[in-house]
């Protein structure tokens, strides 16, 4: 009984971390958004995805956070004064060597021609997987302001970006 609930316990687990990072605060975790005022109209806002967001998520909630702040501050427009998408690449290597086997320092196959293979290893198959994880943080700083948004390619309007966005978005379930 004991070893099944140690086993329920890290499925869970693992089934909780296996998602990407929904729209949330990054209050008390990693991943999600922050923000911090620089001055009366300007901002400093970021999203960090875990391995699990493609790229374009991590852009789109930025986008969105922008927005969601720029009504919340009682503005209409924002502009990008700056904005960058950062990406950490890194490999994770699993499984077995061809030639290296924990038990000895080199092992070997040969081929018998009653018996095929022998040895540990197929020489044809090579059990090392090798996969490369990256995660994306967005993070820009954003100028607030009043009225129609002016005409720049760095300009957006507060209120369309959200409802362009909105069906995009997905949030935390209650359950986490």
């Known amino acids: 009984m004991k070893r099944l609930i140690v086993m329920l316990t890290g499925l869970a687990l693992v089934t909780a971390c296996a998602t990407a ?4 605060s990054a209050v008390g975790s990693r991943w ?4 911090n005022q620089i001055e009366a109209d300007r901002f400093r806002v970021s999203f960090g995805g875990n391995s699990l967001t493609d790229r374009e998520t991590v852009e789109n909630y930025l986008l969105y956070r922008a927005a969601e702040l720029t009504l919340e501050q ?3 427009h924002f502009i990008f004064a700056e904005r960058y998408t950062d990406e950490e690449t890194r490999r994770r290597v699993t499984g077995r060597n061809l030639f290296l086997d924990h038990r000895s ?29 990256s995660r994306y943080e967005a993070s820009a700083e954003i100028l607030l302001g009043h009225g129609p948004k002016p005409s720049s390619e760095a300009a957006f309007d507060a209120r369309d970006v959200m409802a362009n966005l909105g069906d995009h978005i997905v949030r935390p379930s209650p359950n986490d």
């Open 32 to 35: 999600g958004f922050e923000e």
């Open 21 to 24: 990072t929904p729209y949330q």
């Open 74 to 76: 009682g503005f209409d």
């Open 105 to 133: 320092r080199f092992h070997y196959s040969f081929f018998h021609p009653r018996w095929g293979w022998r040895g540990g290893y197929d020489p044809f198959w090579d059990d090392m997987n090798h996969r490369q994880i």
